[in-house]
């Protein structure tokens, strides 16, 4: 079981207490600039763009407070047929393997005057319908989860992938295409004796060819392992993984 993470200590130092006391003194200031008694009506309008400043920075705060509170609410199961996903855009979902045809996985590392401080992972499953499930970052462990579900779905695609490749046809894998020629993206297209390398790099499929480089974020590209392995197979290693 995969469940959502509480707010923690660092949260309240880093974004609860500011995002709750700059648009609270924000408001306050502008309310008492409003209160006027040499004014007409007692009131004056100085203390509007106080108020409006105030307003604006509470309605992000708001929202992102909102999702934080969610993710605790969110769980995440196992199961040997499949997932059941509680919580994920408010409803009780049963996935099975099979319907599960693509997974996007974007790892990001979070830095601090150029030394990492945390990895954050973002995980979204596509169904053979079309229908997407974004998993939330607050969901504890999600890199392991991640991975569990990668394994499991790579395993059973991977056999009608090499058998469409071994019948001279082209694998898409979102806006890369393989084929037993080469590879394309776009109006980009390369043989394999064009390619150098292919490898994941800093949340992005790195393709690199007569000391060029295209970068195409992997968030864009579902089931990014198996990629890398057709590419292994025809000369292209996979470099850092």
């Known amino acids: 079981m995969y469940q959502g993470r509480g707010v923690s200590g660092a949260d309240f130092c880093l974004w609860v207490i500011p995002g709750l006391l700059i648009p609270a003194g924000l408001i306050l200031a502008g309310l008492s ?30 929202v992102i407070a909102y999702r934080r509170f969610q993710a605790i609410h969110t769980e995440i199961a196992v199961h040997q047929n499949g997932l059941h996903l509680v919580g994920i855009a408010g ?12 997974v996007y996985i974007r790892g990001t590392r979070r830095q ?29 462990d999600l890199d392991k989860l991640a991975e569990t579900i990668r394994l499991r779905i790579e395993a059973r695609l991977r056999s009608g992938i090499m058998a469409k490749i071994d019948r001279g046809e082209a694998v898409d894998f979102g806006p890369v295409a393989i084929t037993t020629a080469g590879l394309r993206t776009g109006r980009r297209n390369w043989t394999w004796d064009d390619v150098d390398a292919i490898r994941i790099a800093n ?6 060819s007569g000391g060029s480089r295209v970068a ?9 392992t198996l990629l890398l392995d057709l590419a292994a197979r025809f000369g292209s290693g996979p470099g850092n993984l």
């Open 203 to 208: 949340g992005s499929l790195m393709i690199e």
């Open 112 to 140: 601090f005057f150029g030394r990492p401080i945390s990895d954050r992972y973002a995980l979204t499953l596509v169904t053979g319908e079309g229908r997407s499930f974004h998993i939330p970052d607050r969901i504890a």
């Open 33 to 62: 600039l409003t209160v006027d008694g040499s004014a007409p009506n007692g009131l004056s309008t100085a203390g509007r763009p106080w108020l409006c400043t105030g307003l604006v920075l509470l309605i992000p705060f708001a």
């Open 91 to 102: 409803k009780s979902i049963r996935l099975g393997w099979d319907e599960i045809e693509a």
């Open 216 to 224: 195409i974020p992997a968030s864009e590209i579902p089931n990014t």
